[in-house]
């Protein structure tokens, strides 16, 4: 809590120093009668402290000066007969004011010159829609979206310009859907009828086009059920052929989905004009023949293997490392050494794999057209390999030794700064290994999602 007081009143200091920097710099510029500039930074020194006095004073000083400059650009503006030049004139002087206003200093603005402001205003706005209106009568959409713009930018209310920009931005996204849909480019025209509903709700009969189109544009999908030539996997690819029903239905478009999916057989067996349709709330609901689809997708377990490794115990030979006191027989006197004493410690070793290979394919059944045709071939695996020791393994050196009890000279110490941390971090290696269901299921997923993701680019026009 100190550190953020102390933090903010760093902040504010600074913020102080930099206000009274402005507040110099405005002073010299407006002894120098740059009072434009001299305005600039008295504003610049009340933004960084609002409550600096003398950046007030000089801005109130200074932007009256500035502002009273607007005020004659539009009168004459005004009297030269100039209704664009006028508006935008004045209006940059009213903003200038709610500028100054906003940092708590207020000018004297001339309230006799709204009464001039809004004639020329209505004399600039009358041409300005007379030309936007004929230019979306030549169906001049561009022109016209940008003059009606303009009108709303100034009054967001004025006569019609509202409605009328609408149809100028819109219409022709509206035509181009319309003729997308005549060159039966559904995906396309739904969406541009998508964005024109979006935004603007109700277009002429934009939200019917849009239904329609996406009905024509939608890929329904028949799932059939993963085949397999062995009994073992039949569990496997039931599991497998769920999934990426759920995965079809994942995908984050209305363009993709699933309407139906086919009982679990073998390839050696008739395929069957049966199916289960498929609620996206309810799952599987009622068995009824095959519904039409515009794609069949197929697939087959080529190979599923798994190899659950069993824990392998294996005693490990090294020293344990102590310093023991002793009495040398010459000088008598008390000395310390390193002593090795022979133990034993256990290392665990376990590997689990599982292996799949899915050969899958998407048919269109309204033309010869085959988009999707892949395989999936993946393994995955985890292991565990750690050691373990009753004593304080941060004492253990790793070593060979022959007999326990007595030396050797085959009896050899590691005591290499590498050799000790190599065996050390056995004893902190992770002491799980992921189940085979686990590494399973982490296939499954990745072959899904690996099928999911090239329907989902299949981007077909109907």
Request: charged share 30%.
């Amino acid at each position: 809590m100190k550190q953020i007081l102390l933090a903010m009143s760093l902040i504010f200091m600074l913020a102080g120093c930099a206000s009274k920097r402005y507040v110099k710099k405005a002073g010299l510029l407006e002894n120098s009668g740059l009072y434009a500039d001299a305005a600039d930074n008295y504003f610049a020194s009340l933004q960084k402290n609002i409550n600096n006095i003398d950046a007030k004073l000089g801005l109130q000083r200074t932007g009256q000066l500035v502002l009273d400059d607007k005020m004659e650009i539009f009168k004459t503006q005004y009297q030269n007969g100039n209704p664009k030049e006028a508006v935008y004139a004045f209006r940059a002087a009213d903003a200038y004011y709610n500028k100054l206003q906003g940092v708590g200093v207020k000018l004297i603005f001339p309230d006799e010159q709204h009464a001039y402001y809004k004639e020329v205003e209505d004399a600039f706005l009358s041409g300005l829609y007379r030309e936007a209106s004929k230019a979306l009568d030549l169906e001049q959409f561009t022109s016209a979206e940008k003059l009606f713009a303009e009108i709303l930018s100034i009054d967001s209310n004025y006569k019609d310009a509202k409605s009328k920009w609408t149809t100028a931005h819109y219409e022709p996204m509206y035509r181009n859907g319309k003729e997308l849909m005549q060159n039966k480019m559904y995906r396309s025209a739904y969406l541009v009828f998508k964005d024109i509903v979006a935004k603007v709700k109700v277009y002429h009969n934009s939200l019917a086009l849009m239904n329609e189109s996406l009905k024509q544009a939608k890929l329904t999908i028949y799932v059939s059920s993963v085949n397999t030539n062995f009994s073992s996997y039949k569990t496997l690819a039931g599991q497998l052929t769920n999934k990426v029903v759920k995965g079809i239905n994942s995908i984050n478009s209305p363009l993709y989905e699933v309407i139906g999916t086919g009982n679990a057989i073998s390839p050696a067996k008739t395929l069957t004009k049966k199916a289960f349709q498929f609620d996206r709330t309810k799952g599987v609901v009622s068995s009824q023949p095959m519904p039409d689809a515009k794609a069949v997708f197929s697939a087959q377990v080529q190979k599923y293997n798994v190899s659950k490794g069993q824990v392998v115990k294996t005693e490990k030979k090294g020293y344990l490392k102590r310093v023991e006191k002793y009495v040398d027989e010459k000088t008598k006197l008390s000395k310390e050494r390193e002593v090795y004493d022979k133990v034993t410690y256990y290392e665990y070793q376990a590997v689990n794999k599982v292996a799949l290979s899915v050969s899958y394919s998407v048919k269109r059944t309204d033309r010869d057209e085959v988009p999707v045709s892949d395989i999936f071939n993946r393994e995955e695996k985890d292991k565990m390999h750690y050691a373990e020791f009753k004593g304080d393994y941060k004492k253990l050196i790793p070593g060979i030794w022959k007999y326990l009890s007595k030396d050797s000279d085959e009896d050899r110490v590691y005591d290499s700064a590498s050799a000790i941390s190599s065996l050390h971090k056995m004893f902190e290696n992770k002491k799980t290994i992921r189940s085979n269901p686990e590494l399973e299921n982490a296939l499954t997923e990745a072959c899904v999602k690996q099928i999911t993701e090239q329907i989902k680019n299949y981007k077909p026009e109907n």
